[in-house]
């Protein structure tokens, strides 16, 4: 066992490395390297020091080596990927870390933007997507479950392996008193269904999405809407799918159509039938996980991509037995 109490300096070689993209804005990377493993961390030329207990020390190299490394290669990571980076240490040692040239990614040509997935989790999902016809993905609020499924929806449209994308959301939070609300019925619903809408503006332009929802190549739309049709040659994402009642759940999934794909997504802390025991989700993964072509998806607090805080909260709720987290 390391002694933690020698203390050591470590350099590693960066030559190659975008020093900015390894550094971050205002050294933000080094900041959190040192606040992660309690260490002086220190940029010197083409060499990054290391010092502080040879514990510590031998927990960091692996990550940072990562850094340099996806700094040579013009491959873009946040500050907050780098607790991920850790994280995959502790749990795995070395091998936590996926190499970039085995990672999954997406690439969006119309925002020249690259989607890549931040955890163990995320990569299961996305490898899932890509390899089966239905998928249910369960997790908390941040492990982007819905934003990954809207990246692979994109991305098989703009490949043409499907004609059009189609995301659905039950409308529980309205109810059936959606009087109070002005305009028409699609009015009344759209707040419900921002979060697909923004998820699609920040993967295609502004003005591809305008298109897509003219012609209908994209359709957002609440869940009732899909009762009695037959969805071809489509991407399907039903979001929140814990407000989903069991006889919503079951007309959704037989719309499913040839040459379609399936992604239910949703997180069972935030049900918010008036019976939670109604929640569609907590039947489907039961009933459905067995049947070849369809994958049930866990993620958790390790997949958390937002803020890195919502990862305290989401445990300190859990902690508290409440369980729920916006």
Do not use: W
């Not at 700094?71 to 500050?79: G, H, I, V, Y």
């Amino acid at each position: 066992m390391a002694d933690t109490e020698t203390m050591v300096e470590h350099r590693l070689d960066t030559e190659g490395a975008d020093p900015l993209m390894l550094a971050g804005v205002n050294d933000r990377n080094m900041h959190e390297l040192g606040r992660l493993f309690s260490l002086r961390v220190v940029m010197r030329g083409n060499q990054l020091v290391l010092k502080g207990p040879l514990d510590c020390v031998e927990r960091a190299v692996p990550v940072v080596q990562h850094m340099i490394e996806l700094a040579r290669l013009r491959a873009p990571f946040d500050t907050p990927d780098i607790a991920r980076f850790a994280d995959g240490v502790d749990a795995m040692g070395a091998d936590g870390i996926v190499h970039p040239d085995d990672e999954v990614r997406i690439a969006l040509p119309g925002s020249r933007r690259v989607i890549v997935p931040k955890s163990d989790g995320q990569r299961t999902y996305i490898g899932a997507i890509q390899s089966n016809d239905v998928v249910i993905g369960i997790g908390p609020a941040g492990t982007g479950k819905t934003y990954l499924a809207v990246a692979a929806a994109v991305d098989s449209l703009y490949k043409k392996r499907v004609k059009r994308i189609i995301l659905a959301r039950p409308a529980v939070e309205a109810g059936e008193n959606l009087g109070f609300l002005p305009g028409d019925l699609q009015e009344k619903v759209d707040p419900y269904l921002r979060p697909l809408y923004d998820a699609l503006e920040d993967m295609m332009p502004h003005e591809r999405v305008s298109r897509a929802l003219e012609d209908s190549t994209i359709e957002i739309a609440p869940l009732a809407y899909m009762r009695g049709r037959t969805l071809s040659d489509a991407f399907v994402i039903l979001d929140e799918a814990q407000n989903a009642t069991r006889a919503q759940m079951k007309m959704f999934l037989t719309r499913l159509g040839l040459n379609s794909r399936v992604v239910i997504t949703g997180d069972k802390t935030q049900i918010d039938l008036p019976n939670k025991t109604d929640s569609g989700l907590l039947e489907v993964e039961e009933i459905l996980g067995a049947i070849d072509g369809i994958e049930v998806v866990y993620l958790d607090g390790k997949d958390v991509i937002r803020h890195r805080l919502v990862k305290d909260i989401i445990k300190a709720y859990e902690r508290g037995g409440d369980g729920a987290a916006e």
